[in-house]
């Protein structure tokens, strides 16, 4: 691959030359706009915006995040933790760690952040029914975005 740009300028909607993106093909999430800002020889810094009411998928890789909210507020769940984030928090999503960000329906702006990962890297999974169960009864739980099977 070519080098990546040096140097990317935010612009009032976005960056320079960086078109948003579908954030996934499927799964379960509503409301996310996503950019890959740079892909530089081994990591790879995206931003994702999430619309009030909207969440992004409950899942889990192997590849790490390192994750900085850029503006507005929202819940964070990592693992069996949930976190109120805001502007300048930052986020650290160990390997396997079950993760889901979400803006409440209520927000008055879209939760946005930076999300830092491997430039390769292992594809997502949803939670299984079990993983999802798993969740009953602690604050991730409580909060988390997720479809149980009847
Ligand atoms: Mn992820």
């Given at each position: ?63 790490e995040h390192y ?41 008055a702006a879209p ?40």
């Amino acid at each position: 691959m070519d080098q990546a740009r040096t140097f990317t300028p935010r612009t009032a909607g976005g960056w320079l030359g960086v078109e948003p993106r579908e954030y996934k093909r499927d799964g379960d999430f509503e409301g996310v706009t996503r950019h890959t800002i740079v892909t530089g020889a081994t990591m790879q810094v995206r931003h994702f915006d999430v619309a009030p009411g909207g969440y992004s998928s409950l899942e889990r890789h192997q590849h790490e995040h390192y994750v900085i909210i850029s503006h507005g507020s929202g819940t964070a769940v990592v693992g069996r933790e949930a976190h109120q984030v805001h502007e300048g928090d930052v986020i650290y999503v160990p390997a396997g760690t079950a993760h889901q960000f979400i803006c409440a329906a209520g927000a008055a702006a879209p939760l946005g952040f930076y999300c830092v990962v491997s430039a390769e890297r292992d594809r997502p999974r949803l939670l299984d029914e079990q993983e999802l169960r798993a969740l009953d009864g602690t604050p991730a739980g409580a909060v988390a975005r997720r479809r149980l099977p009847a």
